[in-house]
């Protein structure tokens, strides 16, 4: 597998005509990469030779929607303020090739104020770096990783929207686990997988899922921020991948009311000296009381997170019985249907697997999310109750996470937790986020309601 570049080598592979272009990336709100293109001698010049070298994008970059919209109602970013700069400072150390673009590196950058070079609180790979931060000063390095479910359709992204958004999965069938209906898929896969694994992104394999034409890529467990960034880029480079070989990929939560929904679940440790804290050799299921408590504050502020896990107005269409998506904010042990399932009981493998978040989620604000809300469990010392057994799909009104984004989005700006682990202006930032989506979605009238009472009503 290809490592990641250090400067060194980039440089050398500069001066040779290895590498001709260098995408100089941020992560948006939305989890997408936004940036520039350098040619490659001036990259190295700005960036390698200078390494206090720094570049500059519109403040509506972390204020803006799916459809790069300028929305009212942002602190940070708007018409009276002028949409003034920010600063884009490379982390060399995110440096990585990007096989499947030919001559091509890339490097992520963090989020700077223009004036003061601090950081900005809203970027979202600031976001999570903050709470990283808050777990090593408790003595912890959180560990995750994320599972990233997908769609394929035949088409591009632009034939498919040139023909109205007739959709037809890449399979006709549900393919989960299953070897032939894959295999007829492999044209695309390998290449996202081989590609993905050369440019430093240890990818451990992928499958079939529950849906016609549903995928699943598995990457290995890394620090959290290294997680995000793998997630963020493979992202990126499946919807590249898949364009290139004449297919589309979505990851919209819900794309068809009788179809199943992709996920994003996440799991996540906390490890100390190099050992899992989560593992207790002597206690029940092989689970430390540090896990216990930690476990207990997702628990309590499920309900606060939810809008990191689930961002849009789609994404709720998710969370429907049967459908391997939870309802209810419970914890179980190899449990499918609870929000939170423990997995490797017993063993030093020992963590708590997420199932809320869909595949729209921004990794850096969920991992983010979660992080706060388990740190604060243990500051706590909450107490874990005891597992869910059965389906957790039964009607609970006491525990039902968030049915709709409205729901969310007052959740959030609700919580305590997650105004003191984050900061008063990131919430309220997101929050206006939330309502943004709620607005649009409100003005416009969808073909369901013309279908429905164009003659009826």
Request: hydrophobic share 40%; aromatic share 10%; glycine share 8%.
């Amino acid at each position: 597998m290809t490592r990641l570049l250090s400067p060194d080598t980039l440089r050398t592979q500069i001066g040779s005509g290895l590498i001709d272009t260098v995408l100089v990336c941020l992560v948006d709100m939305q989890g997408r990469l936004m940036g520039k293109r350098f040619q490659a001698e001036s990259f190295a010049e700005s960036f390698l030779d200078a390494r206090e070298g720094e570049t500059h994008c519109c403040t509506y970059l972390l204020a803006t929607d799916l459809e790069m919209a300028t929305p009212d109602g942002y602190a940070s970013s708007s018409w009276q303020a002028g949409y003034g700069d920010y600063v884009m400072k490379p982390d060399l150390t995110t440096l990585r090739p990007v096989p499947w673009l030919e001559g091509t590196a890339m490097v992520l950058c963090d989020v700077l104020d223009h004036h003061s070079h601090a950081p900005v609180p809203h970027s979202p790979r600031e976001m999570l770096k903050r709470q990283i931060a808050r777990a090593e000063a408790m003595g912890f390095s959180p560990v995750m990783a994320t599972e990233l479910e997908f769609f394929l359709f035949q088409g591009t992204h632009d034939e498919i929207a040139r023909a109205g958004f007739d959709l037809k999965p890449i399979s006709n069938y549900n393919e989960d686990y299953h070897i032939f209906q894959t295999t007829k898929e492999e044209g695309v896969m390998r290449p996202i997988r081989n590609h993905l694994r050369a440019m430093g992104i240890p990818v451990e394999g992928s499958k079939g899922e529950a849906e016609a034409g549903q995928e699943e890529l598995n990457i290995k467990y890394a620090g959290a921020l290294a997680t995000a960034d793998h997630h963020t880029l493979a992202k990126n480079g499946i919807k590249e991948i898949a364009h290139l070989h004449g297919s589309a990929a979505s990851f919209l939560a819900k794309w068809h009311h009788d179809r199943v929904g992709s996920a994003a679940h996440v799991h996540q440790s906390l490890w100390a000296e190099g050992e899992n804290a989560f593992y207790d050799a002597t206690a029940p299921l092989g689970k430390s009381k540090l896990m216990d408590h930690y476990m207990a504050g997702l628990l309590k502020y499920a309900p606060d997170c939810t809008y990191f896990f689930a961002p849009y107005i789609n994404s709720y269409k998710r969370f429907a019985k049967g459908t391997f998506a939870p309802t209810q904010v419970v914890w179980s042990v190899d449990n499918r249907t609870a929000a939170f399932r423990l997995c490797g009981d017993g063993t030093k493998g020992v963590r708590v697997e997420c199932r809320t978040p869909g595949s729209d989620m921004n990794p850096y604000l969920a991992l983010a999310a979660m992080l706060a809300a388990g740190l604060k469990g243990i500051e706590e010392e909450l107490p874990l109750p005891e597992p869910f057994a059965g389906d957790a799909y039964s009607e609970d009104d006491s525990r039902h996470l968030p049915r709709t984004l409205r729901e969310a989005r007052d959740a959030l700006l609700a919580s305590d937790m997650l105004r003191a682990a984050m900061g008063e202006e990131v919430i309220t930032h997101y929050a206006r986020a939330a309502a943004w989506e709620i607005e649009e979605f409100n003005r416009v009238v969808t073909t369901y309601e013309i279908a429905r009472g164009f003659e009826k009503a």
